[in-house]
């Protein structure tokens, strides 16, 4: 039983590790399951901000919700900036296929942050998602200057 968990386990690790590139029939559909998804994330992301500035009333249960929802979402999108998704209808800067590193860097860094804002958020205090949320923001806009059109 303990071998067929195991297994189980293991191909599935294997399905999600699977590019997402691979689920777009076209390149715009890519373009558009990572705007959706950018779109979402921002909208919880600025409930967390609102309240982290005493723009809302702070509230933890919902602090915690929208932050983990935030986290969840910041791992969907980069799998969407395969080849061909740098025309159509995107603001992506093409410094996102020539600096690649970098920009890999940078998502990995907000990601960093958010995971961080969200374990802040879990806590139940103010004051830590206030704390977090600075540094989680200045990676979010740190790649909207290097790698994202006005």
Same mark, same amino acid.
């Given at each position: 039983?303990?071998? /067929?968990?195991?297994?189980?386990?293991?191909?599935?690790?294997?399905?999600?590790?699977?590019?997402?590139?691979?689920?777009?029939?076209?390149?715009?559909?890519?373009?558009?399951?990572?705007?959706?998804?950018? *779109?979402?994330?921002?909208?919880?992301?600025?409930?967390?901000?609102?309240? /982290?500035?005493?723009? $809302?009333?702070?509230? $933890?249960? /919902?602090?915690?919700?929208?932050? #983990?929802?935030?986290?969840?979402?910041?791992?969907?999108? &980069?799998?969407?900036?395969?080849? %061909?998704?740098?025309?159509? #209808?995107?603001?992506?800067?093409? #410094?996102? &296929?020539?600096?690649?590193?970098?920009?890999?860097?940078?998502?990995?860094?907000?990601?960093?942050?958010?995971?961080?804002?969200?374990?802040?958020?879990?806590? %139940? *205090?103010?004051? $830590?998602?206030?704390?977090?949320? %600075?540094?989680?923001?200045?990676?979010?806009? /740190?790649?909207?200057? *290097?790698?994202?059109?006005?």
């Amino acid at each position: 039983m303990k071998q /067929a968990t195991g297994l189980v386990a293991t191909l599935l690790a294997l399905a999600m590790s699977m590019p997402a590139q691979a689920q777009f029939a076209k390149p715009e559909d890519a373009v558009k399951y990572r705007k959706a998804t950018f *779109n979402v994330m921002a909208a919880h992301f600025g409930r967390l901000g609102a309240m /982290a500035s005493g723009r $809302a009333p702070y509230d $933890a249960k /919902a602090a915690a919700e929208n932050a #983990e929802i935030v986290a969840t979402l910041a791992k969907l999108p &980069w799998a969407a900036f395969g080849e %061909g998704t740098d025309k159509g #209808e995107t603001r992506a800067k093409p #410094e996102i &296929w020539k600096e690649a590193a970098k920009y890999k860097e940078a998502s990995d860094k907000m990601q960093a942050e958010i995971a961080k804002l969200n374990t802040a958020a879990k806590a %139940g *205090n103010l004051d $830590a998602l206030k704390a977090a949320f %600075g540094p989680a923001g200045a990676s979010c806009k /740190a790649c909207h200057d *290097n790698f994202r059109k006005d």
